[in-house]
């Protein structure tokens, strides 16, 4: 690991992030396993020894921190976004097992893990995010989740999130007195314009604070987002039309959107047709899931190809999944619990060379226009 957060800096990350309360006596890091059908790769395993080692450390200042670090382990779920299985193992030392070897006798509950951890961090590969955000509206739990945390991200864990924390709730106010955002892209077979029907919604703010039971949210963090309408009220259908692009290496795939659906791929080329099968199979993974705004760009952080930390950089959507955000679709509404799948397309210039964000603008109350970015920056002032 190219950098590591020593004891004293844990102690005060998980301080700050969950300002833990005199009753909160346990600490739980998730972290899912390989299997046959998704094999180990190098980044999983670092992932896995941060968590160990974050573990040891915090448990080390157990007297300074005033509750107990435990380690947690369950198989992966094949898929990001999708529902975790129905229970865990603590892992007692030593080397992790493999995803095949657990012993269903010695395995714990969720729903009691959650009872007895109110405080939990999901160092995993496959999102824990909507899952986990679903089981805060029922447990006095809350969750910070890293999906594809790497040790270069570690930077991103030290900055000012009180400053962080200001300028996502001033993008939240904006989304929430929105009633729509257009967008203009310009790509190498010309402009592309979106408009994304805000109605009806309320943003959300992941500002890196997550100290009230019943939230979680990701860290590292800084975004305000929120769900695009979805048409869900009878006689109103969502607004949300246009084109959307995105690349996908040297090719940019330009998705038809309407009633905030892709319904088609109308560009040409290897991944527009691998796109075009996927929304032919799975509807659902065309629905317009999220609008996210992220701030951290402007504290000097870089993408690094992870959707993790390159999302909180700068504007993304999301198609797929949107129920843990307050919005209409979920694991019902795919073939399958392995096609659950919330996935961002992140907006910047080092992720998407070739796509041009030139303009964003909400349409406020009374149909007034408030010009949000300007070539990819912001212009609202913070």
Known sequence: MSEALTGPELVALVRRVFQPRPEDKALAILVDLPDLQ??????????????????????????????????????????????????????AGGPLPSADSLDPEASVSLADLYASHPILIALTKFSATAPLKLAAKTHPIRAATMPGFRSDMIPALRLDYTEVNRRVNLLKDLLDRAEGATFRFGTPDGPCDLHVDLRHRTGHASGGLLPTPGVAGNLPSGEAYIVPYEGERDGDPSRTVGVMPVQFGSEVVRYRIEGNRALEVISEGPRSREEAAHLAKEPAYGNLAELGLGVLAAFGVKPIGEILLDEKLGLHLAFGRSDHFGGQVGPKDFSGPEAVIHIDRVYVPETQPDVKLEAVDLTMAGGSAAPLMRDGAYSVGF
């Open 38 to 91: 998704v094999p180990d790769d190098a980044g999983w395993i670092e992932r896995r020894a941060i968590a160990q080692a974050w573990a040891a450390e915090l448990n080390a200042h157990r007297d300074e921190l005033g509750m107990e670090t435990r380690l947690v382990i369950y198989p992966n779920v094949h898929t990001n976004n999708g529902d975790l299985p129905e229970r865990a193992w603590i892992h």
